[in-house]
């Protein structure tokens, strides 16, 4: 979709900006009634990041919505303020516990000039060897890192004791079908926990960070 974006000055006319892009936009403005203070239109949600990462927040960003909506604990986590970006090369080295995703706090510039508070950042080369079931799991997992005040918080075992209880503690490596936790018929963790699924609490997994 070709685009074009004009600034005129409402007074006079004067045309003071003209840009023409076809993808997407972020635009950040002041006024001076609020105190100059950033205001953020995001509409940046597919495009590329840097040399090797590509912005997911058109994919992720509406599973994150529907896991909000859906899980209690997570009612407190804003999908909106959340980059969403993937890492499109990573592929596995020498590293014994590669991470396949992460979320970390932006630093302060993109807080500021992007208006995001968290990164989630995924790696391209485990997201296309998983089913939709186990991404809709990571970012599960990946939200429950951000606590009630906003800060990130460590995992009650190695992952998240609920999820290894109700999908075994491969849920994100396995090739056999998880349960898809956005379905309908997946209501509440505890209910699962109840059934009666044995976990190790000092089984490690190798998973996301
Ligand atoms: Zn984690």
Redesign the pocket.
């Known amino acids: 979709m070709k685009r074009k974006l004009i600034i005129l000055d409402k007074d006079t006319g004067e045309e003071l900006e003209r840009v023409e892009f076809t993808g997407g936009y972020n635009i950040a403005v002041t006024n001076i009634h609020d105190g100059e203070n950033l205001r953020f239109i995001r509409k940046l949600d597919n495009s590329k990041y840097g040399s090797r990462h590509w912005i997911k927040n058109y994919t992720y960003r509406s599973i994150a919505d529907k896991l909000v909506e859906k899980f209690k604990e997570l009612e407190h986590v804003r999908p909106k303020s959340i980059l969403f970006i993937e890492d499109m090369e990573w592929e596995p080295g020498t590293s014994k516990q590669p ?1 396949m ?3 970390k706090k932006a630093n302060k510039e993109l807080q500021y000039m992007l208006g995001y508070e968290y990164v989630l950042e995924t790696r391209n080369y485990y997201i296309e060897r998983m089913s939709t079931s186990q991404i809709i799991g990571i970012l599960y ?2 939200l ?2 951000i606590d009630k005040d906003g800060d990130l918080i ?2 009650d075992i190695e ?2 004791g609920n999820m290894v209880a109700a999908l075994g503690k491969d849920w994100a490596t396995t090739k056999e079908a998880i349960q898809n936790i956005l379905d309908d018929d997946f209501e509440y963790w505890n209910d699962l926990r109840k059934a009666g699924r044995q976990i190790n609490m000092f089984e490690t997994l190798r ?3």
């Open positions: 991470w995703a992460k979320i997992h990946e429950r890192h460590n995992h992952d998240w998973l996301a960070k």
